[in-house]
């Protein structure tokens, strides 16, 4: 599928559709499962430097259009993650470190320790909606933040750095363009949306044990999009759209606002863990009616 090929930040892809972290990317079986359903490249469960037990059960509900999760960052722990993923290297795609933690110390000690591994890059979550004391509910999406976590981080490793910014943000495109001043080399837009909230009528009370969760899956797409718009609007280093994935034509219209590469997560619920197979498809298949070569061409005409 050399249609498909495409480059994220130094990175050659066979496909562009990458694991979303959150999903499957818990263990190195679970890599060689997803890259054997077709993935262009995957990306661990984000790591902390203690493990987590993250929040109660029940963590996920299915709503109309997708998930609504409150998994709280559950994650083995950096020891645990380092001995787990010491054959990273083995697989026969791209496999992305993604890291979260308090402050910017904490994503420097993560970094570093998961650049002895045979990564290809690390993602630094800047986004999650739920998690008191990480992402936004620690202040870090702001452009400051941004700033001072992204170029702490970059100096920290060779690795190239991917920033996961929030849907959330409001001041987006500032907090874009402080992650490329800062040595970024690509930004993922896309997280969960949120928090929302669904309520158990029959028991009268949330059906999360947290209560609110961030929202994943089609409902959010349209945001997505309108998200990667702005980044691409705002920066010249490279974009993944996350959000919503499910088939070709979602892939083909984040890459229209300005994508290079797309997460997919909430549609292997769906399609199962050929999604990535199966989108590839897609993708190709609009592509050759259409006239589109490669990917890049595809990048941006929508602006």
């Known amino acids: 599928m050399s249609r498909l090929s495409t480059e994220l930040a130094g990175i050659k892809l066979a496909n562009p559709t990458i694991l979303a972290s959150g999903f499957l990317g818990t263990s190195i079986e679970m890599l060689k ?36 999760n409150a998994v709280g960052y559950s994650n ?28 910017a110390k904490g994503f420097v000690e993560l970094a570093i320790e998961l650049s002895t591994l045979a990564f290809s890059a690390i993602e630094v979550v800047l986004s999650c909606p739920h998690t008191p004391g990480l992402g936004l509910l620690a202040g870090h999406g702001t452009p400051e933040a941004t700033e001072e976590i992204t170029k702490e981080v970059v100096k920290a490793t060779k690795l190239p750095v991917i920033i996961k910014l929030s849907p959330n943000t409001q001041a987006l495109g500032e907090v874009a363009k402080a992650a490329e001043r800062s040595g970024a080399a690509a930004i993922n837009m896309g997280n969960t949306l949120g928090p929302g909230m669904v309520i158990n009528l029959e028991a009268e009370k949330p059906v999360l044990d947290y209560k609110v969760g961030g929202m994943s899956g089609p409902v959010v797409k349209p945001i997505g999009v309108r998200c990667v718009w702005d980044v691409f609007e705002s920066v010249k280093i490279p974009v993944i759209g996350t959000g919503g994935v499910t088939d070709g034509r979602d892939a083909i219209e984040y890459f229209m606002a300005g994508a290079s590469a797309v997460g997919v997560g909430t549609a292997i619920m769906y399609r199962q863990e050929d999604a990535f197979e199966k989108i590839c498809e897609e993708i190709e298949a609009f592509m050759k009616e259409n006239g589109f070569k490669k990917i890049k061409d595809l990048v941006g005409i929508a602006h």
Request: hydrophobic fraction near 40%; charged fraction near 25%.
């Open 33 to 68: 499962r997803v890259e054997k359903g077709g993935a262009g490249a995957v990306t661990i469960k984000s790591i902390t430097r203690e493990p987590r037990t993250g929040h109660n059960n029940p963590i996920v509900v299915e709503v109309r259009g997708g998930l609504l």
């Open 76 to 103: 083995m722990g950096l020891d645990a993650a380092k001995e787990e993923f010491t054959g990273v290297g083995k697989l026969g795609v791209p496999a992305i470190a993604s890291v979260v933690a308090e402050d």
